[in-house]
């Protein structure tokens, strides 16, 4: 049972690069979120979809984007990887958007900006 | 999605239960309580949660009081594995799916 797979689990950027974060989810869940962790904090929405074709924004969402062709995939991308964004990303999924059931939470991506 | 309050740290002997507190005054009748831990930078692990009746599970078993404006997470027999970050979260089923989470209560279960 592979759940939420994130890749990958570290990456170093340097200001100005771009890079995706890729997320899958073999559940066949509907909806699928990004959520950033900065040191001591907890966790904060950055965008979510509820089903493929269908992304929208969260709390943070400056300077990511996302998309959602499959059911499966939900990527992250950074198109200018600024300093402000080094933090521990994780990838969540769940059954819908409108039942109780958990969200599941992937390994997460550990990203340093430099 | 009402606001939740935990204490932000708790100490427990190992084999002892843990009594986690949350406090949701404002909660609404359609607000599920929710609750899930973080050990180490791991991911968040969902634990359990529940709507008006207690639940119990595998791994802990949950209290919400009569009028649901608090909850308490017991793990029955606490381990070292046990100690990490336990997020209390509330949120209604007919809302967004988005999870608001706080800082917590870091748990730690001494020898």
């Known amino acids: 049972n592979a759940g939420v797979t994130q890749t990958p689990k570290f990456q170093v950027l340097k200001t100005g690069q771009s890079m995706t974060l890729q997320c899958a989810q073999d559940?066949?869940?509907?909806?699928m979120s990004w959520y950033r962790q900065d040191p001591g904090m907890g966790l904060r929405l950055i965008h979510y979809?509820?089903?493929?074709?269908?992304?929208d924004q969260g709390e943070v969402p400056n300077g990511y984007n996302v998309s959602r062709s499959t059911t499966e995939d939900f990527p992250l991308r950074l198109l200018s990887a600024a300093p402000s964004q080094t933090s521990v990303y994780f990838c969540a999924s769940s059954y819908d958007r409108t039942s109780n059931q958990p969200q599941h939470f992937g390994d997460g991506t550990r990203l340093s900006i430099l | 999605d009402a606001k939740t309050t935990q204490p932000p740290s708790m100490d427990c002997a190992e084999g002892r239960a843990a009594n986690l507190p949350c406090n949701h005054s404002?909660?609404?009748?359609?607000?599920?309580v929710y609750w899930y831990r973080q050990i180490h930078s791991q991911g968040p692990q969902y634990i359990i949660h529940g709507l008006k009746n207690n639940e119990t599970n595998e791994m802990a078993s949950l209290i919400i009081t009569e009028d649901r404006k608090s909850s308490t997470l017991i793990l029955p027999h606490a381990t070292l594995r046990d100690t990490a970050v336990y997020y209390c979260?509330?949120?209604?089923?007919?809302?967004?799916?988005?999870?608001?989470f706080g800082t917590g209560t870091r748990l730690t279960v001494i020898p």
């Open positions: 404002t909660i609404s009748g359609n607000e599920y």
């Open positions: 559940m066949n869940h509907e909806y």
């Open positions: 979809s509820v089903g493929a074709g269908i992304t």
């Open positions: 979260i509330v949120r209604a089923a007919t809302g967004a799916n988005n999870l608001f």
